[in-house]
């Protein structure tokens, strides 16, 4: 069967290979055939090692597919059935502190795809039947794969914030995540969206995607635009899904009253914040890391009622290689979904 690894070769990103299809599964446990199987940022990070050594694991986590075996225990999940799992979880204990708490990624014996050696860009993966969430037959899933990683992560981040009704939220960085995001702001929390981005194209489309006002951070007075649009009273909400510092700086100036910033982005360093400002303003910083399976299932019924409509391109997994490439290059401006049908 084919599978993609990060590649040790110079000037080689990623390589599609063909490895030996599994065939053993135990009695809690389900064989599943990827069908799409979407290319993130951090199967990139993986592939090219940026977190440690090229992995030998095959890499992907945002994957749907159909169950061709179920083991003996299996009792919810049967052949046929279709799956998806919250980006790249796939076990838990579910006893200790967190799991108890219902936020089972941050388990002490978590068990994400990397770690226990195989990812879901392959044709064929052995799963956990507890953490393959069911999806309805009539899914567009394609869509659905960008939802198992982008869709909960932000999803998550707004319903830790708890907002109410016609808050305002800037959303900082435009990109596969910002997107996804301005729709879930819009369209299920019922939310006033700033999209704050500096490329015109990205703006040009969060616009499309319902946002009410949109800020070039580089080129516009963020503080006046933010300040005027929500009548000097500054942000609810600010969520930051790039990894560019500044960005964090701005969030966190410009919330009002009650204020709270999430962070999803990953720049290395460090926020400076005014412990005066928090306290008497009840300000809150927080991140958000993926979600837990009952998220993924929140986040998917968005999808199911139309709610979101991520932008993406199929593409055939046989064309992996490039596609790794080209995002190392900086040259995908969509999300590409690969294709494991044919
Ligand atoms: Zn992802
Ligand atoms: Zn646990």
Known sequence: MRAVFG???????????????????????VLVKTLYCSLCHSDLSLAKGDWGEVSDS???HESLGEVVQ?????????VGDYVAGPAGLRGACQKCKYCLRGEE?????????????YGTMQDYTVEKAAYSIKVPKDTDLAAACII????????????????????????FGIGGLGNVAIEYAKNVFGLKVIAVGSNEKSLEIAKQKGADLIINWKQDDVDKKIKDFTNGVGLDLAMVT?????QFELAYRNLG???????????????????????????MVYGSLVGTRQDLRE?????????????FEVKSINEAEKYFELMDQNKLHTRIVFDLTK
């Open 242 to 246: 790039s990894s560019t510092l500044p």
């Open 58 to 60: 095959s890499v992907g």
């Open 70 to 78: 179920v083991g003996a225990n299996v009792k919810d999940l049967k």
């Open 257 to 283: 009253k009650l204020g709270k910033l999430c962070s999803i982005g990953l720049p290395a360093g460090k926020l400076e914040t005014d412990i005066l400002d928090i306290t008497l303003g009840q300000k």
């Open 7 to 29: 590649s040790k070769k110079p000037g080689k990103v990623a390589e599609l290979r063909e490895v030996e299809k599994p065939t053993v599964i135990k009695d809690d446990e």
């Open 148 to 171: 198992t990683c982008a869709g909960i992560t932000v999803y998550k981040g707004f319903k830790l914030a708890n907002p109410i009704k016609g808050d305002t939220v800037a959303i």
């Open 105 to 117: 990624v941050f388990c002490d014996e978590v068990v994400f795809t990397g770690q226990r050696g």
């Open 299 to 311: 986040a998917l019924e968005a999808l199911y009622e139309k709610k979101v409509n991520p932008d």
